[in-house]
């Protein structure tokens, strides 16, 4: 028995512990390539973004200076229709796209690398395994989610110097061909309070993104190379894309109701298919079951035996 | 008779690292049967008035080929994905076993035989083994599930499905039918993967699957008849539109890729210094 072992010590000291294993963990994965590549990326792409939509801003700016009594919807052009989530500019789908497989990167394969190079069995002869998995999962969680929501952070800044901030007028809308469907959730604060619907639609991404790459850190436990995990991850969502189209479209003549990460994290959907709130709802109980179920039931089989 | 002994080897042994792949051949094509019904049924037709042929149909459908005009102009690239699924779970099925058995135990299978080229043999008839029961399983799910939704056995392609099929072609005739391109999965897929042998056992395995995932991405991307995955598109079938790429072209070149596969692969391992258990270039 080891004099410093978590699970002998006070109770008090249990949650101090606890932090600074957590810490550690989140350190470990953000000061690292394998967050900073795919935040690189994602802010690549958001800059790629931003700059098709000055072009594309200041091009109607200036039709609508030349031609002030035709106006050229400018009343509607403004911030909110210009963030990655609704300018549906190439770079911005590639974004969304990529979003379930980047997110991975940070923590998904920490659980697959600990138990090949070693460490784990250090760490288990140190930690309760409740301790050592919980802090592991609620760091990848977190750097899984926020590698979603700086790039959409920063789109939503540099949208902000784009075009003006404002609430889209619901009359002109529906000319400016603005990608918001009667079914996408949230729609409500698009046209009531814009900043609003991006934070809602920021923290979305966040937590789908967090709590998918938790999944699979699960998930983990049956996998031995964790590029396969990403790969077989990815393959995985766009599966379930196409599994779950199939079965709305059969059951209910009804594409809305995706269960997928490239749905269910942008508003204007993936592919013509829109989420829904029970879409949402859903995926959070399948990937919130597969977190807690799988380490519940297999991390000692798996991580002893 | 040493090649036959290999083979039968191959079979037992190969069998326990391919058979989650035949399972999911099974359940794909199942999902694929399930997710045809859901084309159909969301066209508003009556699912009784489809046909087995439009269930394969709308299996092996792909989008247009890439347009750069259409592209320059803004307009998205569209990749059908579930076009991919098969074949990146055939491909992925045969890449482990060939090569762990080479640079493993059945390096004595090698020395006891005293032929390389017998051992080469072996593999290529147990990969194309593989390929045929892979297609076998998922056209029985993709077929019972059609079955089960009512679908119409006949092997041709109806009026309704022909619409649905995104095809380049401007001629469509009612009536044509899907067996060839059923019937070229497995020539096709085989001359593929034994390309991918070739490579994993001399070089990798994730190149050997790249490259034939890659040809399969072109395929879809770009309509041409040296590309191989566009036999395997319904909707550049000549079985099914009159303008599409004749079906013999398609076997005559996967059997020339598979003749090229086997000769190249086979003077490569016939060359290849293998010591024990781990290799030496």
Redesign the interface.
């Known amino acids: 028995m080891t004099v410093n072992s978590i699970a002998y010590a006070p109770k008090r000291h249990r949650a101090s512990h606890a932090l600074r294993l957590f810490s550690s963990e989140l350190e470990r994965m953000i000061v690292s390539p394998w967050f900073a590549v795919p935040v690189v990326v994602c802010l690549v792409l958001v800059a790629l973004s931003a700059i098709l939509n000055h072009l594309s801003y200041s091009e109607w700016y200036g039709y609508a200076v030349q031609n002030p009594s035709k106006g050229y919807g400018m009343e509607s052009r403004l911030m909110v229709n210009y963030w990655v989530g609704t300018d549906l500019k190439?770079s911005s789908?590639a974004l969304y796209f990529l979003l379930p497989l980047l997110c991975l990167l940070p923590g998904a394969g920490s659980l697959v690398e600990e138990r090949s190079s070693g460490y784990q069995q250090h760490a288990l002869s140190r930690l309760t395994d409740r301790c050592y998995y919980g802090a592991k999962a609620f760091a990848c969680f977190i750097a899984a989610g926020l590698v979603a929501l700086v790039p959409l952070a920063a789109s939503a800044l540099a949208a902000a110097l784009v075009a003006p901030y404002g609430a889209p007028d619901p009359i002109s809308y529906v000319f400016l061909a603005v990608p918001i469907s009667w079914l996408t959730p949230f729609r409500d604060l698009y046209f009531t309070q814009p900043l609003l619907f991006l934070a809602v639609w920021t923290l979305a991404a966040f937590l789908f993104s967090g709590i998918w790459a938790t999944a699979l850190l699960g998930v983990s436990l049956f996998v031995r190379n964790a590029t396969k995990l990403f790969l077989w991850g990815f393959?995985a969502q766009?599966?379930v894309?196409?599994?779950t189209?199939?079965?709305?479209?059969?059951l209910a003549?009804d594409?809305s109701r995706s269960l997928d990460l490239f749905t269910l994290l942008v508003p204007t959907g993936y592919e013509g298919v829109i989420t829904s709130l029970e879409g949402m709802a859903a995926s959070l109980v399948v990937y919130g079951g597969l977190t807690l179920l799988l380490p519940a039931l297999f991390f000692k089989r798996r991580c002893y035996l | 008779m040493r090649t036959l002994r290999l083979y039968a080897r191959d079979l037992r042994v190969g069998l326990p690292s391919v058979r989650p792949y035949l399972v999911a051949a099974l359940v794909l094509g199942v999902?694929h049967g399930?997710?045809a019904?859901?084309?159909c049924?969301?066209s508003g037709n009556d699912l009784s008035s489809f046909t087995f042929a439009d269930y394969v149909a709308l299996t092996f459908q792909f989008a247009n080929p890439v347009d750069l005009w259409l592209l320059i102009q803004?307009r998205?690239?569209t990749i059908t994905?579930?076009w991919f699924?098969s074949f990146?779970v055939l491909f992925a099925a045969t890449l482990e076993y060939p090569r762990a058995d080479l640079l493993g135990a059945g390096y004595r299978g090698v020395v006891a035989s005293g032929s390389r080229w017998a051992w080469w043999i072996a593999k290529c008839a147990w990969v194309c083994t593989v390929a045929a029961a892979f297609w076998v399983l998922l056209f029985a799910g993709l077929i019972l599930t059609a079955w089960a939704f009512g679908a119409q056995a006949s092997e041709f392609m109806s009026e309704f499905a022909m619409i649905m099929v995104p095809a380049s072609s401007s001629t469509r005739y009612p009536g044509m039918s899907m067996v060839p391109l059923m019937l070229l999965t497995v020539p096709i897929c085989a001359s593929m993967m034994l390309v991918q042998l070739a490579v994993s056992v001399r070089v990798e395995r994730m190149p050997g699957y790249l490259l034939c995932m890659g040809v399969f991405f072109a395929s879809g991307m770009v309509e041409h008849p040296l590309l191989l995955g566009n036999y395997l598109i319904s909707g550049r079938s000549a079985g099914a539109y009159v303008e599409g790429l004749p079906m013999n072209d398609g076997l005559a070149l996967s059997l020339a890729v598979a003749w090229i596969a086997v000769a190249v692969g086979g003077l490569l391992v016939s060359r290849m210094t293998i010591y024990g258990g781990s290799r030496d270039e």
Do not use: D, W
Request: charged share 5%; glycine share 6%; aromatic share 16%.
């Open positions: 190439p789908v393959a766009l599966f894309n196409y599994a189209v199939a079965l709305s479209r059969l003549q594409a | 999902v399930i997710a019904a859901g084309n049924a969301y803004g998205p690239l994905f579930p699924f990146a």
